[in-house]
């Protein structure tokens, strides 16, 4: 096929939220063609999905020095650098003004999914001339209709929140998950808004231990106040908790300290019912009425229950479908990018510090495709917006040639207080593993800083 003026075509970025609109910022601070490509009928549509919720970090974090720029120009003002904005004001005071700028407005298609891409004329295996190849881009519309679309480069920040965790603590769905999904919520429902009917007076489960579990159950109490009969337990497959319940005074974010120490007096005064060390491998109709949650099986069976309803907060997976024509590099275990992997990983530590990081390693072996945001972190938890957008500006300094400018990465985060401990440490402190203690390195300096729980429930 005939070989196309590289520079003529656009730069493709999948997902209008906070920091695919970073890197159509960025690129476009530097005269660069984009295309964003959102799934949603508006942009940022998996912020819509928690706009309820409130961010734990304050707007300094929030907001991207190229985006800020570009709205500068507009006569925007910023809003109140420690002022704590929900998922709704985080849209309509700061994404949507910068989405509605002239340079964004053009470069933005809503409504329009990317379902897989490839190179022209080219399928994974041939590596001759490889570069030298557009992307190109399946889309579908809303409408049902498909299209292909040329790119130069491909920004992959579609985010990981549409495609959650299963109940099943082996990573599939668990038993009966599929048949009884009716009474099943995944992510953060709006407990106190437009979900309260499902909730007020019934009995409820939320499984996982992270940032979303918290919020989720810290609405429940809320509403239990005003209906007392709402009852809430709380299932986790570990027994240690120092992630969600954090670093206490050590942590940099206020608001994520007291979202910590809160759920903590929750679980120890009684009023939620703590049920530790509980992979669940089933969900079923009890003889009582709702459901019935299942860890183990034959002898070693263990049930809780009934439950009118339960929240399935155990994070999400990136969906990996449409990048299966190109040549990804990806860490085994979280399928985060390789690189990322062993400094994410939950499993390893618990403060989930990371250092500066920028186009290389967010990179792949396919050039000019480039995972960024949390999609970048795979299944891990640990996700801070700041860092997104570092990713977002490296990267766009790459693709337009300025590799002195790629290179320059600086990422400086706030710190979570909470580090991993030796066991010993953990097992001494109960279920919860405690926050971390006065002697412990809890400041995570060696990585310049912590991050957790997704910069705020962009769990997106």
């Not at 490296?394 to 706030?414: I, M, Q, W």
């Not at 405690?434 to 429930?457: I, L, R, S, T, W």
């Amino acid at each position: 096929m005939p070989q196309l003026e590289e520079a003529s075509i656009a730069v493709a970025i999948i997902g209008a939220g906070p920091v695919g609109l970073a890197a159509a910022a960025e690129l476009a601070a530097r005269g660069i063609a984009t295309r964003v490509y959102e799934a949603g009928p508006d942009i940022a549509s998996n912020v819509r999905d928690w706009a309820h919720v409130r961010l734990f970090s304050p707007w300094r974090y929030d907001i991207a020095d190229a985006a800020s720029r570009l709205l500068a120009s507009t006569g925007w003002t910023a809003p109140d650098a420690d002022g704590l904005p929900t998922g709704h004001e985080f849209v309509d005071r700061y994404l949507r003004p910068q989405s509605e700028t002239p340079v964004l407005r053009r470069a933005i298609e809503t409504g329009v999914r990317v379902t897989a891409i490839a190179r022209t004329g080219l399928d994974k295996t041939v590596s001759i001339n490889r570069d030298k190849h557009p992307f190109v881009l399946s889309i579908r519309s809303l409408d049902g209709s498909m299209r292909h679309d040329l790119a130069r480069a491909v920004i992959d920040a579609s985010g990981t929140w549409g495609t959650p965790n299963p109940l099943g603590a082996n990573g599939l769905p668990a038993e009966g998950e599929t048949e009884l999904v009716q009474a099943i919520s995944y992510g953060i429902p709006d407990i106190l808004g437009r979900h309260r009917p499902l909730y007020e007076g019934r009995s409820v489960l939320v499984v996982g231990a992270g940032h979303s579990a918290a919020n989720a159950i810290l609405d429940l109490d809320r509403l239990r106040r005003s209906k007392p009969g709402t009852r809430i337990a709380w299932a986790t497959r570990s027994r240690r908790l120092d992630r969600v319940l954090g670093g206490g005074a050590n942590d940099q974010l206020s608001a994520r300290a007291e979202l910590g120490l809160l759920l903590g007096s929750l679980v120890t005064s009684g009023r939620v019912e703590h049920v530790a060390s509980f992979p669940i491998t089933a969900v079923r109709p009890h003889a009582d009425g709702g459901v019935a949650v299942v860890a183990g099986s034959g002898a070693v069976e263990r049930q809780i229950g009934p439950f009118d309803r339960i929240i399935v907060a155990t994070g999400q997976r990136p969906d990996l479908a449409l990048s299966r024509e190109l040549r990804l590099d990806l860490d085994p275990w979280l399928e985060s990018v390789r690189a990322l992997g062993p400094l994410v990983d939950p499993g390893l530590h618990s403060c989930g510090t990371v250092p500066p990081h920028g186009y290389r390693e967010v990179g792949h072996p396919e050039p000019g495709f480039y995972t960024v945001g949390i999609k970048s972190y795979g299944r891990a938890p640990t996700f801070l917006l700041a860092t997104g957008y570092e990713q977002a500006r490296s990267v766009a300094a790459a693709v337009a040639g300025d590799f002195a400018a790629a290179e320059d990465v600086r990422l400086v985060l706030p710190d979570t207080g909470v580090c991993a401990v030796p066991t010993a440490a953990a097992s001494a402190s109960g279920c919860c593993g405690g926050p971390a203690p006065v002697e412990a390195n809890a400041g995570c300096a060696a990585y310049a800083g912590g991050q957790d729980g997704g910069g705020c429930k962009i769990p997106a």
